[in-house]
């Protein structure tokens, strides 16, 4: 059994994690707003209200825990999630991580990496990231449990190879497991090069998003899989026809059942990248998305049964949403190497 830590404070027995989505998000903000506009996030009281409300709900159509994929760059504010855990039954596993599509972050730019600035402080992202998972996250006594790190269309720039490689070797110090953001099963197999010539295991790897693969790429799927990791159909959030690169759900629906009928259910999770609050994109949008999709419920209300209707099993289902992720945190006993 592994201890994973939650965003109470505390931890968990990994055998008590039961029904998990490996990615969701509780707030998922522009990191300024609260300062330069503050009229958007409105009432950080209400805000925790809401969260707190809508977890109540979807524990009650029987989600246990939720992995906050929240990590720097898109308004990472743990002291609000621990507000909103410690009302909660709920468990919240939060991240660490760097969300960039392009460039190192300025922080680390300038102390770590541009050679002309003298007399440079040596932080590095490595070090940042053991901190948050063995120490803590800023004060908070919070320790994430898992890495997030970003490739999306721009591929593996400078800036995400750095962050990358920083990732790997964070992981490889302290054990933690590694997931991640991308745009499909291309810029997924770009992680898993970076992350195998920085000696990573890749069974320790959930590669995300990998729902946003193009229909004439699936196969890239199932080699992201026969290399031993997991992979998240985890976008069951978004309304039909939002976007261009997300292809129709019953066709993502008919992909899944297919991986399973081929023996692939223990290395998929689900999940719906489902924020309590957004301002990542219109008002408008983010209401529709919550009247049509519930908010961490979509999958318990619909697209489980869904999966039934195409003869996903019930143990299947289980592996997927219960046994996966357990087995993917459980991965930390291994240690360090």
Known sequence: MTAVPTARGDSVDSSELGFTLMTEHVFLTDAEVGRNWPQTFGDPDRRVEDAVRKLATAKAKGVDTIVDRTAVGIGRNVPLVKRVADQSDVNIVVSTGFYTMNDVPLFFLFREIEPQFEGRSGERVEDFLVKDIEEGIGDTGVKAAIIKCAT???????????????????????????????????????????????????????????????????????????????????????????????????????????????????????AHDQPSYTDLMPEDLARRTESERGCWTYLSDVGLDRLRELGVTDEQIGQMTVANPRRLFETRDLGGY
């Open 152 to 270: 999306d269309a721009p591929g593996v720039t400078q800036g995400v190879d750095y962050t990358l490689r920083n990732t790997a070797r964070a992981h490889r110090r302290t054990g933690a497991p590694i997931f991640t953001h991308t745009n499909g099963a291309a810029t997924g197999q770009m992680q898993l090069e970076v992350f195998e010539d920085e000696g990573v295991d890749l069974s320790r790897v959930m590669i995300g998003h990998i729902d946003r693969t193009p229909e004439a790429e699936v196969e890239k799927i199932a080699q992201i899989m026969d290399r031993g990791s997991i992979v998240g159909f985890d976008s069951f959030h978004f309304p039909e026809g939002l976007g261009p690169w997300m292809e129709p759900e019953a066709r993502r629906l008919q992909w899944i059942a297919g991986f399973c009928a081929r023996g692939y259910a223990d290395r998929i999770v689900l």
